[in-house]
C-alpha cells in the first residue's frame, strides 16, 4: 500500500510493460504519464492536464502480461452519471486520490503524501513526533472494533459519501474522515437488493468486484463477534500472500480447529473438509473464500463473507460455489448429492 502510486520519472523502473514493443490499444507514451497505479494485479496510468490527473486509455494485465483497455463504462460505478464523458472528464482527485494518499486537499488538489503513509491508518501524527505518547496517536488495536475496522473499510469497499455533491463535485471516497471518527458519517456502503445481481453485488449480497472486502465483512459473523482486519492483516508488511500474519491455513486455524469451540465439530480437518490433507479442498479458504469476485478480466480476489456458499445458491441465484469453480467439470447437482452425504452437515443447511 506504500508503493501504490508512483512517479515513473522518479522511479522508472515502477513501469511494467515495455513500451518499445507497439499495441492498438497504446495510444500514448511513457512521456505523458505522470503516475502509475498498481504493479500486483493490474498497472493503469494517467496523465497530468492542469493540476488534475486523468486516467489513459490502456492498463497492463500483470497475471497475463497483456494490455487491456481501461474506460469505466457508463451506468457501471455510480459516479459514472456525474462523468459521462469518459476518462477525459474523470479527475483523479475526486474519484481515486482521497484512498491513495493521505490528506488530500479538495482545494489545493494535492495530498499531503501519495500512498497510504502512516497517517491514513494512525491519524493526525504531528503531536506524536514532537512528544511520542499513547494519548496523541490513533492505534487501532486500542478501537472499539467498529471503528478500527472502519480504518480499512473507508478505502476497502464499494460507497457513497453521505454529503454529496461537496461545492459542486462528486467524490468517490470518504471525505472528511479520519481514524477515530465513526465512517458512517461519512461514508454508505452500496446498497443491494437481495435477489438481483448487479454491477457491484451477486444476487445472495457477497460482492461482485474487487475492492469490496467492507462490504463482505460487514455481513460476517466474525464482525459480528468482534474480529478485526487487523487480526489476520499486517498492513506494515509481511512474507505471506495479501499481508498475512501466517500463512492462510495456519491464520485460520489460529481460532478454528478439529473440536474447537468455533469449529469444526469434527475430530479432524479432513473429516470436515472430506478431503486430503494439504490438499486445495482441505483448506479453509477455498470453500469459505473462494475467488469469485473480479478484479481484471479472469483474475478474481476472494470473498470475504467467510460463509460457504452452496451449489443451490448457484442454481437458484446464479452465484458462484466453491465446488463447481473447482471441479469445473462437475455439475451442481453433483456437488450438492455430495454434501447431503457428509454425515456432518444438515442435509437441510448445505443446500442454503
Known amino acids: 500500500m506504500a508503493n501504490v502510486v508512483r512517479d515513473p520519472k522518479q522511479h522508472p523502473d515502477a513501469v511494467i510493460p515495455d513500451f518499445t514493443k507497439p499495441d492498438p490499444l497504446v495510444t500514448f507514451t511513457t512521456d505523458q504519464i505522470a503516475l502509475v497505479y498498481g504493479s500486483k494485479w493490474k498497472q493503469r496510468y494517467f496523465t497530468k492536464v492542469e493540476d488534475d490527473y486523468f486516467p489513459l486509455g490502456a492498463q497492463w494485465d500483470v497475471t497475463h502480461k497483456r494490455w487491456r483497455a481501461y474506460q469505466v463504462a457508463n451506468g457501471t460505478d455510480w459516479w459514472t452519471e456525474f462523468y459521462p464523458g469518459g476518462n477525459a472528464t474523470r479527475p483523479t482527485g475526486p474519484l481515486c486520490d482521497g484512498c491513495h494518499s493521505v490528506n488530500y486537499d479538495l482545494q489545493a488538489k494535492k495530498p499531503s503524501e501519495w500512498n497510504v503513509g502512516c497517517e491514513k491508518c494512525h491519524?493526525?501524527?504531528?503531536?506524536?513526533?514532537?512528544?511520542?505518547?499513547?494519548?496523541?496517536?490513533?492505534?487501532?488495536?486500542?478501537?472499539?472494533?467498529?471503528?478500527?475496522?472502519?480504518?480499512?473499510v473507508q478505502c476497502h469497499s464499494q460507497?457513497?459519501?453521505?454529503?454529496?455533491?461537496?461545492?459542486?463535485?462528486?467524490?468517490?471516497?470518504?471525505?472528511?474522515?479520519?481514524?477515530?471518527?465513526?465512517?458512517?458519517?461519512?461514508?454508505?456502503?452500496e446498497e443491494h437488493k437481495l435477489g438481483e445481481t448487479t454491477f457491484t453485488h451477486f444476487a445472495d449480497g457477497t460482492a461482485h468486484k474487487n475492492r469490496m472486502q467492507g462490504n463482505d465483512f460487514a455481513q460476517s459473523v466474525m464482525y459480528t463477534r468482534g474480529v478485526a482486519c487487523y487480526s489476520c492483516h499486517d498492513v506494515h508488511g509481511t512474507a505471506n500472500n495479501a499481508d498475512l500474519i501466517k500463512p492462510p491455513q495456519q491464520m485460520c486455524l489460529t481460532c478454528h480447529g478439529p473440536r474447537s469451540a468455533n469449529g469444526p465439530h469434527t475430530a479432524t480437518l479432513e473429516q470436515h473438509t472430506h478431503h486430503q490433507a494439504n490438499s486445495a479442498g482441505s483448506q479453509c479458504i477455498?470453500?469459505?473464500?473462494?475467488?469469485?469476485?473480479?478484479?481484471?478480466?479472469?483474475?478474481?480476489?476472494?470473498?470475504?463473507?467467510?460463509?460457504?456458499?452452496?451449489?443451490?445458491?448457484?442454481?437458484l441465484l446464479k452465484v458462484p460455489n466453491p465446488c463447481t469453480t473447482c471441479?469445473?467439470?462437475?455439475?451442481?447437482?453433483?456437488?450438492?448429492?455430495?454434501?447431503?452425504?457428509?454425515?456432518?452437515?444438515?442435509p437441510w443447511r448445505v443446500a442454503n
Open 327 to 346: 471441479h469445473t467439470d462437475k455439475t451442481t447437482k453433483w456437488a450438492l448429492d455430495a454434501l447431503k452425504s457428509w454425515p456432518e452437515f444438515s
Open 123 to 152: 491519524g493526525p501524527g504531528g503531536a506524536h513526533v514532537g512528544s511520542p505518547t499513547r494519548a496523541n496517536i490513533i492505534n487501532p488495536a486500542r478501537l472499539d472494533n467498529v471503528s478500527a475496522v472502519d480504518i480499512c
Open 286 to 315: 477455498g470453500c469459505h473464500m473462494p475467488p469469485i469476485e473480479t478484479q481484471l478480466a479472469d483474475v478474481n480476489v476472494r470473498s470475504h463473507t467467510f460463509k460457504f456458499i452452496s451449489p443451490a445458491t448457484t442454481d
Open 159 to 189: 460507497g457513497k459519501p453521505v454529503r454529496r455533491p461537496i461545492d459542486g463535485v462528486y467524490y468517490d471516497w470518504a471525505v472528511g474522515y479520519r481514524p477515530g471518527l465513526k465512517l458512517h458519517d461519512f461514508w454508505e456502503l
